[in-house]
């Protein structure tokens, strides 16, 4: 196995001894730089040129020649900045077939003249997409209600890989207590010491030989801890154990676990604060973790600009490792409400969305003229503000200067604070100086009735903008205003549960229109997870340190629906990827828990471009009846039905066997055999046919009927009505044609659903038909 080019290094340096000697070589002259500008590429190579034993030891050995024969010497010297060196940052083994180096533009245009060269691609920075849900989400209970772990053995021996931005190995998340060695088939290594990783956390690793470059600076980390929660936080949703009496400021109290407690975590370190995520370190930390051997990849960070698959370290690491059978979850970016802001599109991700959950943080403040107006808080529950207070706003409204709070001597009283500005927790910690007992902090109106709540410095209620319009209006019309709080503390099964979350991004696929994104929703809102510590809020030094908080984002939706496909895939591990995103996405429910449509933050039904196939289901998931199966190369005449080159099909599906279009059936993207079906009518006759073929995992011998529903400005035939299997594993095709009533192009996307029913089994696909082009 080659090693995975730490320690490698490709120098193009100068061995004459009067180059090293000359000071000019050495010291750059301001103005004028004697060794070029250097930057980051990944430089993909043209197939089929690739890596032969017989001539280079390793594909290390075998990018290093490649570079160095492009290599300026006659500049490159052993100078003080080591930046300024053209090297070999990774070489490349699963993912692409490529690396990625450091050099300079003359550099990169004498190597686009090489034959063996196919194109580089400039550095690039993606972002992270930032204890009630397993028992919402059906997982716990016993064997005779139907508790999901039950049945899957809380994924037990599955390998949970998540690319994130460090972790804080000694969290009780990641106790090893009770767990079973990882299977024999991992080979992924562990740079905390023996008595740090265990059972549960299995794997660490950090990677960040592109990013040093890139960011001057940046901290080499020995290991791959951090100072911020993010990468805590998405791992103890994913797989972490149970912890009893979790909490934030005694909010949520309760069992803390993540969706798959006795699965094995392998947490590959790619991010850094403030800085970002290198799109070589993706790539580098997935080549690895396939090698390994894990089962899942969790990825909470995206490119916020619509990137080509060919480009995008998430698609091209996601098809890899689902050609090696690993199922891929991936978030879909916190950039909504607005339409086509939805990252990570490529078919073979899973994409999710986030939703809100049935909890609230209840806290109710209680205007002087006793009307009652509810909002959310994370003040602690025991916490009694007395008498009333009296009520003012500030003049600016945001509360975003601590010398005008002060100016307005607001000693003893509750202050108003609109959105905006500086982020309330700091705003509370200004307020808190300026002497205030209280905060009302009033949702963008954006954000409809979802409150994300955090811990502030002094008592604080979070409430909905209408509800905050109200409060203002009875400060104003109100002479001596005067309010208070009650905090209540957590509530649950509240209605309109679960509900998009505002932030979420919305479809449609930017890259391809003709495939429904995102796939599906799950937890996204005011999740309960494992944290180093509490961030913005101070604690008293004498306290222990709070270990749980609450984080918001598809950042984590995503390791939810990575820990409940490691159910899945224990239930079922000779399950494709592709055979498991089906049954999520099948089962999916599209109603709220008073039976309505799940709506979105305007309270409107959500449509398919916000939720997708639905909210994730996990009992359901488990024993979905029939699944839309297909390999890696079924992906294959796909890509080439979008057009796309065949160099940029074979980057994408290296290490397959290069391909060329022009001798392949070129697939239509309604063709593809995915589990939710869009159709587009973008010429007359107005008319598209989508082909499915489904998988029976269910019952032996059993017959489907299909039960479309759809407005009556489409007409939709289905061909055959019915399916009738005598076999597990049987296979059965069936054709749907959908046409416009009218004639016409639709003036506006008509969403349906299409369903085959047998006895207990319901198996939906949602039935999305627009115009307009096929590709963004």
């Not at 949520?252 to 392998?266: D, S």
């Not at 979105?600 to 994730?616: C, E, I, Q, R, S």
Request: proline share 7%; charged share 20%.
């Amino acid at each position: 196995m080659d090693n995975p080019i730490h320690i490698w290094r490709a120098l193009c340096v100068a061995v004459a001894v009067v180059l090293l000697l000359s000071p000019a070589a050495v010291t750059p002259v301001a103005g004028h730089n004697d060794y070029g500008e250097h930057n980051n590429y990944l430089i993909i190579v043209r197939s089929p040129y690739e890596y032969d034993k017989r001539l280079h030891q390793n594909v290390s050995s075998w990018h290093a020649s490649l570079l160095s024969s492009v290599c300026d010497s006659a500049k490159e010297t052993l100078a003080a900045d080591p930046s300024a060196m053209t090297r070999l940052i990774y070489s490349y083994r699963n993912v692409v077939n490529g690396f990625a180096a450091r050099m300079t533009p003359e550099e990169l245009e004498k190597m686009s003249k090489m034959d063996w060269f196919d194109r580089a691609l400039p550095e690039q920075t993606y972002h992270l997409l930032t204890t009630h849900t397993p028992q919402m989400l059906g997982l716990t209970g016993n064997r005779r209600r139907g508790g999901l772990w039950n049945t899957s053995n809380m994924g037990e021996g599955v390998i949970i890989g998540i690319l994130d931005d460090g972790i804080y190995a000694g969290h009780p998340s990641f106790d090893g207590a009770g767990m079973q060695p990882p299977p024999a088939k991992w080979k992924g290594r562990c740079d905390f010491n023996k008595t740090v990783c265990n059972n549960k956390l299995i794997g660490a690793r950090s990677y960040f030989e592109s990013a040093k470059w890139k960011w001057k600076g940046l901290r080499d980390p020995v290991l791959p801890i951090s100072e911020g929660q993010h990468g805590t936080h998405t791992s103890s949703t994913a797989a972490g154990a149970f912890v009893p009496d979790a909490s934030v400021f005694g909010n949520g109290l309760g069992t803390a676990t993540g969706m798959a407690p006795r699965a094995h975590i392998a947490f590959y370190q790619v991010c850094y604060e403030q800085k970002g995520c290198d799109r070589d370190d993706i790539l580098a930390a997935v080549d690895d973790a396939i090698e390994d051997g894990v089962d899942i990849l969790s990825l909470s960070l995206g490119h916020e600009d619509a990137v080509d698959f060919s480009d995008d370290p998430v698609s091209l690491g996601g098809y890899t490792a689902i050609l090696n059978g690993v199922f891929i979850c991936a978030a879909a970016g916190n950039t909504g409400p607005s339409p086509a802001t939805l990252v990570n599109e490529a078919p073979w991700l899973l994409t999710v969305g986030a939703s809100t959950s049935d909890r609230r943080f209840l806290a109710t403040v209680k205007l002087g003229d006793k009307v009652e107006v509810d909002g959310e808080s994370l003040s602690d529950p025991k916490t009694n503000m007395g008498d009333p207070r009296p009520l003012v706003q500030d003049v600016d409204g945001t509360c975003a200067s601590e010398s005008v709070l002060i100016a307005q001597k607001i000693t003893g009283k509750i202050i108003v604070c609109d959105a905006g500005g500086v982020v309330s927790t700091e705003k509370a910690k200004m307020a808190k100086r300026a002497g205030a007992a209280g905060m009302i902090v009033i949702t963008p109106e954006v954000f409809g009735p979802v409150i994300i709540p955090r811990p502030h410095a002094i008592p604080a209620v979070q409430v909905p903008f209408a509800a905050g319009q109200k409060i203002k209006t009875f400060l104003q019309t109100t002479q001596g205003a005067t309010a208070t709080f009650v905090f209540k503390g957590s509530t649950f099964k509240n209605p309109q549960s679960p509900m998009v979350a505002p932030f979420s991004s919305r479809g449609p696929n930017r890259r391809s229109r003709g495939i429904l994104k995102p796939d599906l929703i799950g937890p996204g809102v005011n999740v309960i997870a494992g944290v180093p510590s509490i961030e913005d809020v101070e604690v008293d030094p004498k306290a222990a340190v709070p270990r749980f908080d609450i984080k918001s984002g598809t950042s984590m939706a995503a390791p939810h629906l990575s820990g409940i496909a490691a159910l899945i895939k224990h239930a079922h591990p000779t399950w494709s990827p592709a055979a498991i995103k089906s049954a999520l996405m099948t089962t999916a429910e599209t109603t709220d828990n008073l039976r309505k449509p799940i709506a979105d933050v305007d309270g409107k039904p959500a449509t398919f471009l916000a939720l997708g196939a639905g909210h994730v289901n996990p009992q359901k998931a488990i024993d979905p009846g029939l699944v839309y199966n297909m390999s890696a190369a079924g992906y294959v005449p796909y890509l080439c039905g979008l057009n796309y080159t065949d160099q940029k099909v074979n980057t994408i599906i290296y290490p397959e066997r290069p391909v060329q279009c022009a001798n392949l059936s070129r697939l239509e993207q309604d063709d593809l055999n995915y589990p939710s079906i869009t159709a587009i009518l973008d010429q007359p006759p107005f008319t598209a046919t989508a082909n499915r073929s489904v998988t029976n995992v269910g019952a032996a011998s059993s017959t489907y009927v299909v039960e479309v529903e759809v407005p009556a400005t489409v007409k939709v035939e289905v061909n055959p009505p019915k399916l009738t299997f005598k076999a597990l594993e049987e296979v059965l095709n069936y054709s749907v044609t959908i046409r416009s009533a009218d004639g016409r192009a639709p003036a506006s996307p008509v969403e349906g659903q299409l369903k085959w029913v047998s006895g207990k089994y319901v198996v939906r696909s949602p039935l999305l038909v627009v115009a307009g082009i096929r590709q963004a």
